[in-house]
């Protein structure tokens, strides 16, 4: 076979041998990775290195995120532990008012105790908290005991003197004490019930 009948007429064979050597490198090139017959496969290219960095902290806050959310005022009384102690200590000074001791003295055992969770299910449900109040509606059972507007203000008062124990805010205060003063015509007995 004649080298120009391979490569054209102009072909040198210094010239025919380098493009013989070429062809010869690149189909071993191909076959090496798999561009050729044989059934092998590719090499698996290797893993990308890791880059370290330094830690940059947590993630920044959004700029709008704004002031945070003013505590709900069951918050500020500090939850049920903070409600329970503030009808404890309702419930003394109650019992000991001149105007309210005889009506509390009735409350012993478990309706004293049923008395003080119903009221503190009430606070916590009316200050924001999480607790429902399960005593039925207000009213019903303070008509029987005929409460009169002195025994609402004694009562109130010392409503009052509890919170003052407990050192709770004044604005607080402000807040607690017209959410419950809501509750008077439920408990007070109208003028035509008392006849």
Known sequence: MRLSSLFGPNVTTKRAIQAALISTAMLGSFAAFGAGCGSKKPPTPPEPALIETADAGPPPEPEDAGPPAPKSLYER????EGIDKLVDALVQNASADGKLKKSFAKLKGEKLENFKKNLAEHICEIAGGPCKYTGGDVKSPHDSVNINDAQWDAFVQDFNAAVDEAKIDEKDKNE????????????????????
């Open 77 to 80: 009384l500090n939850g049920r």
């Open 176 to 195: 607690l004490i017209a959410l419950f003063a809501e509750l008077r015509g439920d408990v007070v007995a109208s003028k035509k019930s008392k006849k």
